[in-house]
Every structure is written in structure tokens, then in C-alpha cells.
């Protein structure tokens, strides 16, 4: 497979015989390729092996290099697949089971194939946004497990914490370099809309869902036609508006649809709450705000620059969807991604 990411990723020949071994024990076949799968934004170890028998599988894992964060999401998601996986299992990969050798805690999942995107073809992005829709009107208003979190506010702090926590804009504003003065007025003049939204609209529980609140291409399959969905770990009960929101704009990111056409199309297939809506474009764009302007993270050198390509795009989608002028400056955001 080739490689699309620069995050440090081991070899399958460095992970410990012992793993090894156990994986070709529980697949009932040895592994005779194992390809790093690039393109996320960590260090996980992930490969998609090719069995003696021609059959394939994913396998990712934690061990003792990953930090507390991944190995906390890493247990969420494999109870996710273990106690969800009645109601996952159209959208998601077959769960082969998952085992702790020595230091390594593995998972073994169905390998559903190389990235479907990008490039972002408008049939794509049709095919994926109605499916996501039906994934979300599967679970609408239906019993689920209690232990799963209810109602999270998904992206992050409110806005009057990013405005704090920011030096009162000004860090975000001095993103766009030479048009900082004129960023500053605009995100002051916005500030009491965004907060505004950013508390009105509250989520009932007749109109909640199952939701993966990490939707983007990384974590993604479009197959035969359908949409399928790994990495569960910050799967809630909560509003599909916020699921939606999050998916739009990333494909808009990566030089897909703008996030309107996106959602219309999600529409198709299952109604959308305006007011709950702007709140999610404006969380969204508050969440990316406070991660853009902040110190590279150590290990992860493409998230940053990443983060900074959404914050334009929601930045300019709140805009429109709050009837705000248009953010001109933020063309001085510099946000192109390095090439692969």
C-alpha cells in the first residue's frame, strides 16, 4: 500500500513474534504481507495482512509507546464492536476479536480495502452522505445502551472559552499574518452570534441517534455502493446533525463538495434541524479555532496544518449560514496540506 502519512509507523517485522504469532492463531492462517496503512494522524499501528489461505484482515493495536489517550480510545472502541456490533454491523467491519500479549493490545478487524477518497467525486460524496443518513435513521429515537455517553458536546470548548483561552481572539486573528487586524474585527463583530448559537439549540431525546463522531475519509469505506465506518471510539447517543456537520466539511476539506450540497443530499434520506445544525457549524468552527493557532503536537506534524484547513472551512460556512459578511482575511490562513 502506499504511503500517505509521515507519522513513524513500525514494520510488521518489529511487532513481537509473540503478537505475530497470535494473530496467524486466531485467523487460522499465517500472515504472509502485512502493509502499513498510512494516512491518518497518529502513530497507531495498522495493517492490512494478506493470509496464506488469500484471505485479508485488519489489525491495529496499542502497546508501550502509545500514549494514555490512545490506549483509552483503543479499549472504547473495542467495546464498541464487542457489545455494539448487532446494531453497528451494517456500516461497520466484521469484528474478528481482539487479545493482550505482553505489552500489545491488538483487534483484528474485516479489511474493507484502500481509501475511497480522496479525490472527492460529487457521486461519491452523493453516495456517502444519503448512506450516512440511513446509518443515523437506524437508531433514531430507539432504545440503546445506557453505558453509552448521551448528548456530549462533541467539539470541543464553547466559543466564550475559545475567545478566552485565545487572548481574546487575537491568537486565532494572527493565523491570517498580514490581514490579522482585519480578522480580529471580524471574529469580535461574530463572537456574540457564535454565542448565541452556540448555547440555543438544545438536543431532545426523541431525536437522538447513534452517532460516530469521527466521520472523515481516514475512517471510511464506500463499498459496493455503501458506506462503511471504523475507528468508534467517540461513538455517543446525540444529535445526527453534529455527525453530518463534521462529515460535510472535512469532504469540503479535502476537495470534495462545499458542505451545503453535503448535507442536501444527506437530506435526501433523513430530515435536518436547522437550529441544530448552525450549532454544530459553529462548534465545529470554535473547536478549530482554538486547536489551529496551538504548538504542534509531537508525533502528529500534518494535524495542525490540517486543523487550520477546517477552521477556514467553517469559518466561511458559519458565515453563510448566520448571514455574516464573508470572512475575506481568512485567505491569509495558510492551510495547504504537504504532499504525500
Known sequence: MSRSGIEAK??????????????????????VRAARVWGGYGPTPTYRLTL????????????????????????????????????????????????????????????LGPKSAPPWTPHLACVV????????????????????????????PPWAQVAMDSDGLWRIAALAGAEADAALYWLRVALPRFLDVDGAAKCTNSRVALVHLDARSDNLRCVAGRLRLFDWPETAVAAPEYDIAELAQSITVEGGPEPEQVVAWYAERLPVRSDLLDTAVVSLAGFFAHRSWQAEVRGLPRLRQFQRQQLVVCLRWAARRLGLLEPAWIHGIPGRMPSP
Not at 513500525?10 to 499465517?30: F, K, N, T, Y
Not at 443518513?133 to 458536546?153: D, M, Q
Request: charged share 30%; glycine share 6%; proline share 7%.
Open 10 to 31: 513500525i514494520p510488521w517485522h518489529a511487532v513481537p513474534r509473540q503478537v505475530r504469532e497470535r494473530v496467524a492463531q486466531m485467523l487460522g492462517s499465517d500472515v
Open 129 to 156: 452522505a444519503r448512506s450516512f443518513a440511513e446509518f443515523h435513521a437506524a437508531t433514531l429515537g430507539k432504545p440503546l445502551p445506557e453505558w453509552i455517553e448521551r448528548n456530549p458536546r462533541p467539539f470541543g
Open 52 to 111: 496464506a489461505d488469500r484471505r485479508r484482515a485488519f489489525f491495529k493495536a496499542v502497546y508501550a509507546s502509545s500514549n494514555e489517550v490512545a490506549r483509552r480510545a483503543f479499549a472504547r472502541e473495542e467495546r464498541i464492536y464487542q457489545d455494539l456490533g448487532k446494531i453497528i454491523g451494517p456500516w461497520a467491519p466484521a469484528y474478528f476479536g481482539s487479545f493482550r500479549e505482553d505489552d500489545w493490545h491488538a483487534m483484528l478487524l474485516e479489511d
